[in-house]
Every structure is written in structure tokens, then in C-alpha cells.
């Protein structure tokens, strides 16, 4: 027996999952959205008990990455925004 987690588990976020990542972050779905880029009839879609899906992968893999690191939305767009101004060539 192996004590790793299962990576299937960690890519997907069911609505309940979405709604604590938000919460444990302080982002309501509307600012949660904005942080995200995505309309905010979607974070709301993402949060809703009828779409039990939650958001993509991708996104749930960056929220639980946040949530690791204990920075919170705000030091992360800072951070983007310094990374930004001195790799002006970066991507």
C-alpha cells in the first residue's frame, strides 16, 4: 500500500469542492470569476449543486496550488504583475 494520492482526485473539483476552494481562498464567485477570467455566470455554474462537474481540471489543479502555497489571489496577481513588467518578452 502506497500512501500517494490518487491524481485523478486531485484534477477534478466537484461544486462543494469549488465553493471550500473559494472560501478557504476569501474569493466570493464573483471575485473568484475576475481572478479566474471567466464570466461570472460561470464561477457561479462551477459553484452550483446543478452542475456537480465543478470547473475543468485545470482550474481546480490551480486552485488547490494556491491554496498549498498560502498566498492569496491578490499576492498572485501582484507577483504576475512584477514577473510581467521584467520579462516584458516572456510569453
Known amino acids: 500500500?502506497?500512501?500517494k494520492p490518487d491524481r485523478r482526485a486531485l484534477k477534478?473539483?466537484?461544486?462543494?469542492?469549488?465553493r471550500a476552494a473559494l472560501d478557504a481562498l476569501g474569493l466570493s464567485q464573483v471575485?473568484?470569476?475576475?481572478?479566474?477570467?471567466v464570466n461570472?455566470?460561470?464561477s457561479r455554474d462551477w459553484a452550483s449543486?446543478?452542475?456537480?462537474?465543478?470547473?475543468?481540471a485545470p482550474v481546480a489543479k490551480f486552485l488547490r496550488a494556491i491554496a498549498a502555497t498560502g498566498w492569496t489571489p491578490h499576492r498572485i496577481d501582484d507577483a504576475i504583475h512584477i514577473?510581467?513588467?521584467?520579462?516584458?518578452d516572456a510569453f
Open 1 to 3: 500500500m502506497t500512501d
Open 12 to 18: 477534478t473539483m466537484d461544486a462543494e469542492g469549488y
Open 83 to 88: 514577473w510581467a513588467k521584467t520579462k516584458p
Open 31 to 37: 471575485s473568484a470569476a475576475r481572478f479566474l477570467d
Open 49 to 56: 449543486s446543478n452542475h456537480a462537474d465543478g470547473p475543468p
Open 40 to 42: 461570472e455566470k460561470t
